[in-house]
């Protein structure tokens, strides 16, 4: 079997396409290559090793050995050296490269193959001592760190210690004898930690680095991170070994990132930041600040470093055709890896960039404007929930602000909150529902739950491609990172800047799209509707096959609705109407009445506002379908619940105190859950019912008066589980409607359908849709009565039960597609089997999550409502859906 894959040269054995067999990074090195780019020469060991590797104790394929070292021949004959050679040796990184990028696995080694020989003889081929020593030390902490565990700060307390003796700063005041130097103490440190001396052998060296690659895929972060993302172990991870180039040669050498667009904005300008005489990670770790690659940036940075562009102009030259022509085959924007060897430029990475919500959308529409992908393709580029973070509020102009620091804007939005300074305070936070600001010296992946946890996150070290920049970019939590005039002191719970001390509590607010950092709470504004957004949507409604609708009640709602697009209202809940001031006296008198004569006294005061409640909605979804549902919830909501409430609804009902009591331990419920609610009191109090049918239609009425438009009235009947019940309900509403008709000389057109949201109707769908216009999915009920799970109380066992994968998700957030999802299947094919124009909806908080909406889609639901802000994510769900 074939388990090795070599690139370099301009050709390469593996393409992109095969990025399950090669990992993302092997996959995209080959297609380099084949793209004819300068890529360092080297080879992928492929996934199907992992596999096979854990599948037989940890134990290579047999033909493993001889392949690599083939592999490891053919590119030394590229670059004219061989492995662990005493005069010309190979030298090269070892990286790990999974499917899907995925930290947790191995860090990178570089400079494998040096040892006390090669040392030298790299040395004298580069004319250069000190960069040969630089770069054995290099490996030599790498390696120790990444394969034989030995903790990285133990070689920094020595690096420090030395510097301290020596009365240098900087690591490049440090010269090859300082670098020997230290080399001896390190490897005594390692012989010390391990009993053992640090490797000498390059084939040790390589297969040790090989096996930490594969043992890498086991250990427990990488475990926690495929937990968290559905990943499957069994997809294994590849192993990169590929030819050094050295971004450490001198002031001609560099290293660098870069995305072809902003990853914060998507302007469509080359990003990014170099380090000359650099090597790896140094630019993501932080230790010297990093220049800009482009002069533009640099100006705008007002950093006084050279720009790449100008350090290095035909290295920058090379750069800029090559990140052209890699968006152009990739048609999406990239992240790159590149270093400067002596002038020369290698590509060391490419993948699609990861980007903010906000650079999502605007680079796939420009895209598309540019031409290099389609309007539908641009649809399927942005993540619906992402959206999200669009939607959020951002600092008003006029606001006055206080700006005590500015950092980097490193993950747009603006947010106020508390100061914590770790995490568990801010998770604690959540949990009480304060708003906080997590501010931290820098973020690790232990932080990770405490970013979730809070609105922004401020950092007073790391760059634009800091952990903290890059992570609350993911979560589209806004980020001020490197403010590195405030000074954080975790002790004393403050920070302080120019003056001001501010400590743990006290309200801050960032911006991550300028970077502000400001003392106290600032006004924020609405997000902007119109332009790339406005364009992307276009795009989604013309692929789009299911409406979107609003579960609304509100005018404010309704309103706030239609600006982003909704079709109309797929739930009123009409029992939100009656909690306001007056209006709840009069519900809790109608409640009281001893009889329906008493009853219909108290109902008479709520039909004017009711019946205005209605105009209003028709109105505002003037030519769009309303859906208004019955009364649903069990009575006793609406009952005082302390003395001195009952003491007002006695005296505003002129009522005795103690029948309001009685009353109450009457309608006292153990399980209203499943009580006396829903169509059971339009059946045993129909005034009710009638009261609402007639607001509805008087209210259609007037409203078709007013705006001159027919009103599509939807009345709906909640919790039914038998067509009889629905038939009883529906008896009455004929007659209301036909009483307003003759009352008005006006003919109402409207539907009367039902809930689908118990599983006995879900089965009996095919009775009740003899006579039920339309179903609406109410799968919030629907999963409490088919699960057993009452939504309040699941706290305590949901988690557990996704984290042991009982569950695969929270089914009150997205659809129990074999349980509850099957119920609805059913009940569509059977409602559909009676009644072909039967219309399908769903009106559940599932109707604005993206997979639940992809379910709707395969179940041919007519239609998804979702609450006022999720209906552009449900928009953008629907289109993808469809595609
Ligand atoms: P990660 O997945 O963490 O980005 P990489 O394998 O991409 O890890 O390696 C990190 C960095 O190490 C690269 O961006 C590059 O700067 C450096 N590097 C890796 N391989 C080589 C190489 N063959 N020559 C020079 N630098 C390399
Ligand atoms: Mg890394
Ligand atoms: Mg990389």
New binding site residues.
Partial sequence: AKWVYTFGDGKAEGKSAMRDLLGG?GANLAEMSNLGLPV?P?FTITTEVCTYYYDHGRQYPPELEGQVAGALEAVGKLTGRRFGDAESPLL??V???ARA?MPG?M??V?NLGLNDTTVEALARGAGDERFAYDSYRRFITMYSNVVLGVEHHSFEEVLERYKDEKGLTLDTELGAADWKHLIGEYKALVKRELGQDFPQDPQAQLWGAIGAVFGSWMNPRANKYRELHSIPASWGTAV?V??????NMGETSA?G?AFTRNPSTGEKALYGEFLINA???D?VAGIRTPQDITEVARIESGSDKPSMERAMPEAYAELVRIYGMLEHHYRDMQDL???VETGKL?M??TRNGKRTAKAALRIAVELAAEGLITHQEAVGRVEPASLDQLLHPTIDPKAERKVIATGLPASPGAASGEIVFNSEEAEAAKKAERKVILVRIETSPEDIHGMHAAEGILTTRGGMTSHAAVVARGMGKPCVSGAGQIRVDYAARTLSVGGVTLKAGDRITIDGSNGQVMQGSVEMIEPELSGDFAALMEWADAVRTMKVRTNAETPLDARTARKYGAEGIGLCRTEHMFFQEERIVAMREMILADDAEGRRTALAKLLPYQRQDFVELFTIMSGLPVTIRLLDPPLHEFLPHSDKEIGEVAAATGVQEDKVRRRMNELHEFNPMLGFRGCRLAILYPEIAEMQARAIFEAAVEAAKQTGTPIIAEVMVPLVFTRTEFDLVKARIDAMAEAVASETGTKVEYQVGTMIELPRAALRAGDIAQTAEFFSFGTNDLTQTTLGISRDDAGRFLGPYTQRGILASDPFVSIDQEGVGELVKLAAERGRAVRDKLKLGICGEHGGDPASIAFCQETGLDYVSCSPFRVPIARLAAAQAAL
């Fill in positions: 990074k360092p080297g090269v990184s990286r790990s490269g990028s696995m860090d990178t570089l990169n590929q030819a050094m180039v050295f971004g290293t990132v090597q790896g990670e630019v890896e590149f270093t290698w060391l990475q």
